[in-house]
């Protein structure tokens, strides 16, 4: 999705794309995937209780991601890349990207437990997963944090 982002982005204001790189979009899928691992984790502690549907649910931890990682993402502006005629179309769409990311994570937590809950064996394997994911997720959830405060909050403070 953020490659996607970007495409439209480089569509829009030619001069600014750098052109496509394997290794750029390799780093861009990996982080993905680290950061929907970590996101699962604060979902399911914010939401696996609640009674709400998943587009209500989605809706509600796509603003929460926005205003979590969003407004210190924006307001550290990394390389000076949200100033300039692109700010409000990549602005608008990296902040669409984030309601995106939790209607999808929102709809595929609601079908796997829907699905995981007809035997025991997928039971199981649903517990398996969650050892094996939960590590990794908790350790990038601490270091997306811990990036947030020592790294992000100073360049907004210094700023």
């Given at each position: 999705?953020?490659?996607?982002?970007?495409?439209?982005?480089?569509?829009?204001?030619?001069?600014?794309?750098?052109?496509?790189?394997?290794?750029?979009?390799?780093l861009i899928v990996i982080l993905g995937i680290?950061?929907?691992?970590?996101?699962?984790?604060?979902?399911?502690?914010?939401?696996?209780?609640?009674?709400?549907?998943?587009?209500?649910?989605?809706?509600?931890?796509?603003?929460?991601?926005?205003?979590?990682?969003?407004?210190?993402?924006?307001?550290?502006?990394?390389?000076?890349?949200?100033?300039?005629?692109?700010?409000?179309?990549?602005?608008?769409?990296?902040?669409?990207?984030?309601?995106?990311?939790?209607?999808?994570?929102?709809?595929?937590?609601?079908?796997?437990?829907?699905?995981?809950?007809?035997?025991?064996?997928?039971?199981?394997?649903?517990?398996?997963?969650?050892?094996?994911?939960?590590?990794?997720?908790?350790?990038?959830?601490?270091?997306?944090?811990?990036?947030?405060?020592?790294?992000m909050l100073p360049k907004i403070l210094n700023?």
């Amino acid at each position: 999705m953020l490659r996607l982002v970007m495409g439209i982005i480089a569509f829009f204001f030619p001069p600014l794309a750098s052109g496509f790189h394997l290794s750029g979009t390799l780093l861009i899928v990996i982080l993905g995937i680290a950061v929907t691992l970590a996101n699962s984790i604060l979902y399911t502690l914010i939401f696996h209780r609640s009674r709400k549907k998943w587009l209500v649910k989605g809706l509600l931890f796509g603003l929460f991601l926005l205003i979590i990682y969003g407004t210190p993402l924006f307001l550290s502006n990394p390389d000076n890349e949200l100033f300039g005629p692109q700010a409000p179309l990549g602005i608008t769409l990296f902040s669409i990207s984030f309601f995106i990311g939790s209607l999808t994570l929102a709809f595929l937590i609601e079908y796997m437990t829907d699905w995981f809950d007809q035997s025991r064996g997928r039971l199981k394997l649903a517990f398996i997963s969650f050892v094996i994911l939960s590590i990794p997720a908790i350790i990038i959830l601490g270091s997306m944090y811990v990036e947030i405060f020592t790294e992000m909050l100073p360049k907004i403070l210094n700023n």
